[in-house]
């Protein structure tokens, strides 16, 4: 069944850009992925920090270099940039989230990635989803239909400190008093919904609602809400556990529900690491809705046999009918984009040298001359 892989990135590895394209088409190769979507994070931050740190510069000319590699089955998610910002004055902010998202719809980008959900980024720029500083971005995004896929939450379990690992804690997983409770963070875009109740938004890693039938219910209650199925925390094995519920809430709205991997450029050190590292994701996000006996990194689970009807929904449909076809990428834009980063990265950096081959192959793409071997 061929997929249409609606959640994928390009900035955990420090690979370069040429290289990666090789790389992806493995990965689309191997698991029949027919269309795809490349989601930028150009602002992350770090816990405990009280600025933003930029972490990537070039995340959102990156997520639309694969859109154009890969065109016209490639689409591109620009995500909001704070650097620059002062976060302390609302209405400058608020003026700035809606210029930035009305530049990415008329450059080429077919919707929105949100980290702003996350509790780390959701900290730092102390902030509810539904706050009117966000009132301007969310509106225009409603009126305009523009898709936003949201990470929102995280585990769970991330709040209490006797059941995070030293591992989740070192990555900034354990979220104390000082952060909003889980619960507040289902209540913040419950709410952002009845400001904007047609708002085009699906939640990553199914929003981490498997913890929350009832916020589970009410989220998907709203016209446009989606819930995209990449791996995040223990949602599948969640849904084993409570089959009497998950299982009808599945094929109940199984039309918005997506498919998505949260799957990489990863690095390749030797053929089996690699098979391995690509392959967990994607198995288990296609493996899960067919009967049979399965193993994800060690632990066994039985398929939910959903029907093959259903499950090309999942897997390609839904995606398909909601992005149509891809928005025109206005080359010029990103060839300056690059020359003017070109000026400020580190020229040693592989950054730099990402950006030199993106001008170059932009200019080619522009011109009708780049090839995808």
Aim: proline content about 4%; charged content about 30%; glycine content about 6%.
């Amino acid at each position: 069944m061929k997929v249409f892989d609606g959640h994928l990135h390009t900035f955990l590895f420090q690979i370069p850009v040429r290289e990666s394209i090789y790389l992806f088409q493995r990965q689309f190769e191997r698991f029949n992925v027919e269309k795809m979507t490349f989601l930028a994070l150009p602002c992350d931050v770090n816990p405990g920090r009280v600025e933003f740190e930029q972490t990537d510069l070039i995340d959102n000319i990156r997520a639309m270099y694969f859109k154009s590699v890969f065109s016209p089955k490639g689409y591109a998610y620009a995500g909001l940039e704070y650097k620059e910002l002062d976060i302390k004055d609302k209405k400058a902010v608020a003026q700035d989230l809606l210029r930035q998202v009305k530049k990415y719809k008329k450059v080429g980008y077919d919707g929105m990635k949100m980290y702003e959900g996350h509790p780390n980024h959701r900290k730092l720029l102390g902030y509810p989803l539904y706050d009117e500083i966000f009132d301007p971005y969310f509106d225009w995004c409603e009126k305009e239909n523009f898709p936003i896929l949201m990470h929102l939450a995280n585990r769970a379990e991330f709040w209490d400190e006797t059941r995070v690992s030293d591992y989740w804690k070192a990555r900034g997983c354990y979220f104390d008093e000082t952060y909003p409770t889980f619960d507040e963070f289902h209540q913040e875009i419950l709410k952002r919904l009845e400001k904007n109740p047609k708002l085009n938004l699906s939640l990553a890693h199914w929003g981490f609602l498997t913890y929350n039938n009832q916020a589970a219910e009410k989220f998907m209650s709203f016209e446009n809400t989606r819930l995209d199925i990449c791996p995040g925390g223990e949602n599948f094995f969640r849904i084993l556990n409570d089959k009497e519920f998950w299982i009808p809430f599945i094929e109940k709205y199984a039309h918005r529900i997506s498919y998505g991997t949260d799957s990489y450029n990863f690095e390749y050190d030797n053929e089996e690491n690699w098979l391995r590292a690509t392959g967990n994701r994607p198995l288990l996000c296609q493996q899960f809705f067919v009967v049979g006996e399965y193993d994800y990194m060690g632990r066994m689970y039985t398929g939910i046999g959903l029907r093959e009807e259903l499950r090309q929904k999942i897997f390609y449909d839904n995606l398909n009918d909601m992005m149509g076809e891809p928005n025109a990428i206005d080359y010029d834009y990103f060839i300056a984009k690059c020359e003017a980063l070109l000026e400020t990265v580190d020229p040693e950096s592989l950054d730099r040298y990402n950006l030199w081959c993106m001008k170059h192959d932009f200019t080619s793409m522009k011109n009708g001359v780049f090839v995808l071997n």
